[in-house]
């Protein structure tokens, strides 16, 4: 893209997206300005990675059993605040039951949770989104609300929200602490690594975890904090209600290490465990061994979940590590913040936990879910 192309961007894109923008005149890059009007025709869907574009859209000619969506999430290091935001290129069709119709394919929400308790719940349904893809991060906007910037090498990220109207104005900063993964190897992978979780369904993992900064006003009320931030995307070439039984996502920070798991139950249940650690930044394990799993502990340890299932009230996470030993870390629960009965829950928590025949850690911070489609 030549330089001049930026003028079509909004000042406020322009300002968080200072970095990544310095890189525009040499790596490849390509331009997707996804409409909110979805196409009658068949979507082309990528299932593998390539030399470039991790970090970019996975969905071309969006219809309406297709979705592709990114997602950033930063919890508090005392575990009292969590922002979440998600960008959606999808109709509730081409997705799960529950989802709004917001009249148009290209959307975001996010549901902020506050020290006291409380959240607030905020849509941006738009018109079109535009994704400029800059080696394996870029930059997106969704009109002149809100979008997201990312450093060509997706070590930095900026989230910005620019909608009075909504009653929301502020930036989330991430600052990754550890390297990107697709469900079965590192993102420094050679290309043709699968980004398929189970048929039909794409995950990748651009930042497991990051240094994060949350600075937001909310209807004249400031919420500004710092802690564990987390960017991921997901797509499928099927509506996801029909590719996915249940899962277990989630991701932390204990000592020095960064974890994400994600226990992905196909609705034949056929399991398939992904896992990640790194120590301060050095990768200790990317994998879909199956000697890794997620398992609910304690209260209502259903294994598979499904709708008619109470949430567990913990889980149990063993990660498999190439020497053979292994880690194990227990989840507690502090506080939900999101919350459909009978299909959904989110949690903030703590962690605990490490090596199997080493170092354990006994307080860390987690943000995690249990999704489920079964019934």
């Known amino acids: 893209m030549r330089a001049h192309s930026l003028l079509l961007l909004p000042v406020t894109v322009l300002t968080v997206c200072a970095i990544a923008a310095t890189a525009l005149a040499f790596p490849p890059v390509s331009v997707d300005v996804i409409r909110g009007q979805t196409s009658q025709g068949p979507s082309t869907v990528q299932f593998l990675s390539e030399k470039d574009g991790f970090d970019g859209p996975k969905v071309k000619s969006l219809n309406s059993t297709t979705s592709d969506w990114w997602y950033f999430d930063v919890v508090s290091s005392n575990l009292d605040a969590s922002v979440v935001i998600a960008f959606f290129s999808a109709e509730s069709t081409g997705l799960w039951e529950g989802i709004p119709d917001l009249g148009t394919a290209t959307w975001a929400y996010t549901i902020i949770t506050f020290p006291n308790g409380t959240q607030s719940v905020i849509f941006f349904p738009v018109d079109q989104m535009t994704v400029v893809t800059v080696e394996n991060g870029g930059y997106a906007t969704m009109g002149n609300q809100t979008g997201w910037a990312g450093t060509p090498d997706m070590s930095e990220y900026w989230v910005w929200v620019d909608a009075p109207d909504a009653g929301i104005e ?3 900063v991430l600052k990754s602490v550890a390297t990107g993964h697709s469900p079965c190897a ?4 050679p290309p043709g690594q699968s980004f398929e979780l189970g048929p039909d369904f794409g995950w990748n993992n651009a930042v ?3 240094d994060a900064r949350v600075d937001l006003t909310i209807n004249g009320s400031r919420l500004k904090f710092s802690g564990s931030g987390y960017h991921d995307k997901n797509w499928g070439s099927r509506p996801i209600e029909t590719v996915v039984g249940s899962w277990y996502w989630g991701h932390a920070r204990v000592g020095p ?5 994600f226990d992905f139950i196909a609705p034949d249940g056929t399991e398939k465990p992904s896992s990640y650690v790194s120590s301060d930044g050095t990768l200790i394990s990317s994998t879909c061994d199956l000697a890794g799993s997620v398992r609910p502990t ?3 340890a259903t294994f598979p979940p499904t709708s008619q299932s109470a949430p567990a ?3 149990r996470v063993i990660i498999p590590s190439q ?3 292994g880690l194990t870390f227990n989840i507690t629960h502090k506080e939900v913040i999101y919350d459909s009965p009978g299909q959904a829950v989110r949690w903030i928590g703590s962690v605990s936990g490490g090596f199997n025949n080493g170092t354990v850690w006994d307080s ?6 249990q999704f489920t489609f079964v019934d």
Do not use: H, K, R, T
């Open 170 to 172: 502020g930036n989330l």
């Open 186 to 189: 590192p993102a420094s992978s």
């Open 208 to 210: 497991p975890d990051a």
């Open 257 to 261: 290490l960064s974890i994400v798991w």
């Open 298 to 300: 304690g209260v209502n």
């Open 313 to 315: 009230s913990g889980f």
């Open 323 to 325: 020497d053979g030993e």
């Open 364 to 369: 860390g911070i987690a943000l995690y879910e």
